[in-house]
């Protein structure tokens, strides 16, 4: 029996997974349709599945080197290959090499990104990303997409804007730039009641416009994290922006806090 646990994997993590992988499927089926929304809200379903496969597995103790590996792979899938593709379909397919350059800089930027975090786990600090999380860029190349589409934009006659905001999205994640991770945030502790108003009103204004609201906050994130960089450096130098960093990692924090408990 032990043997056969030894050799077999995790069915609820794995299971999670799997169904983030199949929604970054679906979403590059769906846009070769010609459903940019359904693709759209794919991608931000293969996030939310995401999110919940590491903490499911940690929560039931279930974590193992093939679940990493496969999340790591479906990542790719969902937050790499999805978004450039349905990018593409949307509004850079007329835009011949250009187009297609813009997309595989955001397919590039995600590999490279999801194998930058694989090399430093248990390295980085947990409180920052170093470059754009992959979930994230990935949510900003859809969103760009759901709110053209809500607002009956044709993304063939902004193809340009398009092929910057896939482009930047993925020169971000292979960054330097610091973004928060929000790991510090005590999701155990007691807030006030006026705490639990705010998250109400919070599911409220998303609600009314999710689309456009969450363009603008992923918008925004990917925003603060030249921000936070040039205002905690005092002199700027090409490594705080591209190349190798690692050794200078320390420079995003004020203590050697450590965790591999980050994401992609």
Request: charged share 20%; aromatic share 12%; net charge negative.
């Amino acid at each position: 029996m032990s043997e056969s646990k030894r050799k077999g994997i995790y069915l609820l993590p794995n299971l999670l997974t799997t169904a983030g992988l199949f929604s970054g499927f679906y979403a590059v089926v769906a846009s070769m349709n010609g459903r940019f929304e359904a693709a759209a809200v794919a991608i931000f379903i293969a996030m939310i599945f995401d999110g919940l496969d590491g903490r499911v597995a940690r929560m039931t103790n279930t974590q193992s080197e093939f679940g990493a590996e496969y999340d790591s792979m479906a990542d790719m899938v969902s937050f790499g290959m999805a978004p450039a593709l349905v990018a593409y379909n949307w509004g850079l397919s007329d835009l011949g090499k250009i187009g297609w350059l813009a997309a595989f800089i955001y397919v590039a930027g995600a590999a490279l990104r999801l194998a930058r975090f694989n090399t430093q786990l248990g390295v980085a600090d947990k409180r920052f990303f170093q470059g754009l999380a992959s979930p994230a860029a990935a949510a900003l190349v859809a969103g760009m997409v759901w709110v053209g589409v809500e607002y009956e934009v044709n993304g063939d006659d902004f193809g340009i804007v398009v092929a910057f905001i896939t482009g930047l999205a993925g020169l971000l994640m292979v960054s330097n730039f610091k973004y928060n991770s929000f790991k510090e945030v005590d999701w155990h502790g007691k807030v006030p009641f006026v705490g639990i108003l705010i998250v109400m009103l919070i599911f409220v204004i998303v609600a009314t416009a999710p689309s456009l609201v969450l363009f603008l906050v992923f918008a925004l994130y990917a925003l603060a994290g030249p921000i936070n960089t040039f205002r905690s450096v005092d002199k700027v130098r090409l490594e705080d922006v591209v190349g190798d960093h690692e050794e200078s990692d320390a420079d995003f924090s004020d203590s050697p806090d450590k965790s591999s408990d980050i994401e992609k």
